[in-house]
């Protein structure tokens, strides 16, 4: 397959909880909801694909707390509504998409071909990082969707390198897709206050400089200098679990540099998407 046909790589936000379906079973936010402007933006992504994949893999940062990198093997994925709180109806929703365990352990042996050994898991049921934009995305479960695990270690280097060793799959028809938020301050996130907002703009700002460096090695070298940046901290607190998927992404972008495709904003808190290629 020639490079002009070779997959993209993404980054996308999931946004907060099951917030697609806060106002009832039909799915449907008011007009002046918080995350409308994301809910357009996600159903956009097939069309702007252009073609359905044969497989998604997902690299979700709900997935975290393992022993090592883990791939899902599951068949047929089961719900796992990991948030809390919320109302009964959405803990009833369903994303029948198939997984696909050839796949799955296809995956696992390309990085194991780059030195990197993982886990199976064929229980594992679909977080919300995964399920909730992917009913937006492929509303009709149509696609096969493989979900990945962050390595333990949670850093930008480990993770580059695994999105390097994932980067010939798009080459397979196989959509690689980091899941996440680059702003997940939940101390911060119901709250205004200009000072912090334009600190996690800045933010914003340095990571959308960073994915488009050309060069993936100066690429990865600025990726691993995050936290260094004085106003990561504003944008990543307690943890970055959920900046960690852009990484992986980022390695599997090869020698596409990345590009802003969409930027959401919470209570004056920006949140972006990016596509590699």
């Known amino acids: 397959m020639s490079q002009q046909t070779r997959l993209p790589v993404l980054f996308i936000p999931h946004g907060g909880g099951p917030w697609p379906f806060m106002q009832g079973p039909e799915g449907n936010l008011p007009d002046d909801d918080p995350w409308k402007e994301l809910e357009i933006f996600l159903k956009s992504i097939d069309a702007m694909i252009g073609r359905r994949p044969k497989a998604v893999?997902?690299?979700s940062a709900h997935w975290e707390k393992v022993d090592k990198l883990t791939v899902s093997t599951a068949s047929n994925p089961p719900m796992l509504f990991d948030y809390y709180g919320f109302p009964p109806h959405t803990y009833k929703l369903d994303y029948p998409a198939?997984?696909?365990p050839f796949i799955a352990e296809h995956v696992r042996d390309v990085l194991r071909a780059a030195g990197i050994e993982t886990a199976a898991d064929a229980e594992r049921g679909f977080d919300h990082g995964v399920f909730i934009p992917?009913?937006?995305?492929?509303?009709?479960?149509?696609?096969p969707v493989i979900m990945m695990s962050l390595?333990?270690?949670?850093?930008?280097?480990t993770h580059f390198r695994v999105g390097q060793a994932l980067e010939g799959l798009r080459d397979e028809d196989i959509l690689i897709v980091g899941s996440g938020l680059s702003y997940h301050n939940m101390r911060m996130f119901g709250r205004r206050d200009v000072e912090h907002e334009q600190a996690a703009t800045r933010f914003d700002d340095w990571l959308t400089e960073a994915v488009a460096i050309e060069n993936p090695v100066a690429r990865a070298e600025r990726l691993a200098e995050w936290k260094d940046n004085p106003d990561?901290?504003?944008?990543h607190v307690p943890d970055h679990d959920h900046l960690v998927p852009v990484f992986a992404a980022a390695g599997a972008a090869g020698p596409d540099a990345g590009e802003r495709i969409f930027r959401?904003?919470?209570?004056?808190?920006?949140?972006?998407a990016y596509r590699f290629g």
Do not use: Q
């Open 151 to 157: 390595d333990p270690d949670l850093t930008a280097e």
């Open 57 to 59: 893999l997902v690299i």
């Open 264 to 272: 959401g904003s919470f209570l004056g808190k920006p949140y972006s």
């Open 134 to 143: 992917f009913m937006m995305i492929y509303p009709h479960a149509d696609v």
């Open 232 to 235: 990561a901290r504003a944008a």
């Open 98 to 100: 198939p997984g696909s």
